[in-house]
């Protein structure tokens, strides 16, 4: 069994043994799969794959290789109900560049579909594959991250009959830009924090017969952002208290999308999330985990249609609040298997006009997973009854998406 960090520097200054056994879990090389098992809410406990939101801590995770599915569906595969491909493989390494840890530790993730990257946002944008770089180091007693994220995606479609041509294309590019620290609060307490940055850059252009070659030029925005913060405090030799609260706000202008089509056209977006949630950590003993969960999610997003002349096509919003309960268990049956399991409740309220606000909606999400452990080497495998969900898919369409069942491998090594 071996340590997430040599030191685990802020997690072992809990002084909590039976704590330290549980957030230091030796046989556990944790991952986006462990977090899809655990209920998707990856904020309220520790594990390696939160170093894409929560940089601050790639520091304690050094020295970490992953292999990763992402999650796809047993019968349609990477797609989601409308066809639109929602992950894919990927993969990443946290290594430290000289051992005693003096020039920080580094990371770098590749993903097959940007949505497994993000960092949370308003929109599902479907963006192509992802590449993060992470970087983490000690500084008078904080340590310090910082994050790079790229993506982009490019789309072509073309109709020529001969005696009609119709050409539409689309380019889309994201750069995250983030900072973190995690820092000690006191014997028993210590604080997550992270801010990035997003710039959204769009471009569609083509040709038809009414408006011949058509082109919106780029439209791009830094005006995005996002903040968070999270802490772990001790409240006894078992219990641990995980308070965090989130705030993302967009303001950028785009091309706009009609089903399957690409139009002419330009979509003003401008939104705020703000996200409370609080977990309490119990740890049964060194073998038994458990976790239990709430959220609240209060969101708007304003989307206004234009076109190329500026006139306004279309406004609608989205408006809708968010209750997330989550109860999570981790054990261990023998040194070489862990399984884990769980359970909740989801609520959905939308006041929005668009027209696929549903009415409100619930859901009893159900996950479970299993961890096999060869020494260094860890294969873990997670089943949900729905796609494991990030903060950009709390849309209002949430409740429209049928229950199917959703499959993701992580194959990681601590080296």
């Known amino acids: 069994m071996r340590l997430p960090a040599t030191t685990m520097r802020c997690a072992t200054r809990l002084l909590l043994p039976a ?21 998707g809410s990856g904020g309220f406990f520790e594990d390696d794959n939160n170093v894409l939101r929560w940089c601050g801590s790639l520091g304690d995770y050094p020295d970490w290789a992953v292999i990763e599915t992402g999650h796809f569906d047993l019968t349609n595969g990477y797609d989601d109900d409308w066809g639109k491909t929602v992950s894919g493989p ?5 290594a430290r560049f000289d051992q005693a840890g003096r020039w920080g530790t580094g990371g770098l993730y590749f993903h ?10 308003l929109h ?7 590449v993060t770089a992470l970087y983490s180091r000690e500084i008078a007693g904080v340590s310090a991250g910082l994050m790079f994220r790229h993506t982009a995606d490019t789309e072509f479609k073309s109709l ?8 539409n294309g689309y380019e889309r590019s994201r750069d995250d830009l983030g900072l973190g620290a995690r820092m000690d609060l006191s014997d028993n307490a210590y604080l997550d924090v992270a801010a990035d940055i997003r710039h959204i850059s769009d471009r569609a252009y083509g040709y038809d017969p009414t408006n011949l070659d058509w082109d919106t030029g780029e439209m791009d925005s830094w005006n995005n952002y996002g903040l968070r913060a999270r802490a772990f405090i001790g409240l006894n030799d078992r219990l641990a208290l995980v308070p965090l609260v989130e705030y993302i706000s967009e303001d950028f202008t785009g091309t706009s999308f ?4 690409l139009w002419r056209e330009a979509s003003d977006n401008k939104g705020r999330m703000i996200r409370f949630g609080a977990g ?15 959220e609240y999610i209060d969101g708007q997003v304003d989307h206004t249609i234009r076109n190329l002349d500026g006139d306004i096509d279309y406004f609608g919003q989205e408006n809708y609040t968010v209750l997330l309960m989550r109860l999570a268990f981790e054990t261990r049956l023998a040194h070489w298997i862990t399984v884990r399991a769980s359970s909740g409740y989801d609520h959905i309220n939308n006041q929005g006009d668009l027209s696929e606000n549903p009415t409100p909606g619930e859901h009893i999400p159900l996950g479970m997973g299993v961890g096999l452990h060869l020494g260094s080497l860890a294969l873990d495998m997670a089943l949900t009854d729905r796609e494991p969900r990030g903060l950009s ?15 993701s491998i992580t194959l990681s090594y601590g080296f």
């Open 19 to 39: 704590v330290l056994l549980l957030l230091l879990p030796a046989d556990v090389l944790a991952s986006s799969t462990r977090i899809n098992s655990l209920g």
């Open 90 to 94: 990927g993969g990443g390494v946290h």
């Open 112 to 121: 097959g579909r940007a949505d497994d990257s993000d960092p949370g946002s």
């Open 124 to 130: 599902r944008s479907h963006l192509g594959g992802s």
């Open 160 to 167: 020529d009959s001969g005696e009609i041509r119709i050409e």
């Open 258 to 261: 009609a089903g399957a089509g």
């Open 280 to 294: 309490l950590n119990f740890f049964v003993n060194s073998d038994n985990f458990l976790l239990v969960s709430t």
């Open 393 to 407: 898919r709390y849309s209002p369409i949430l409740p429209v998406v049928e229950s199917s069942t959703w499959l």
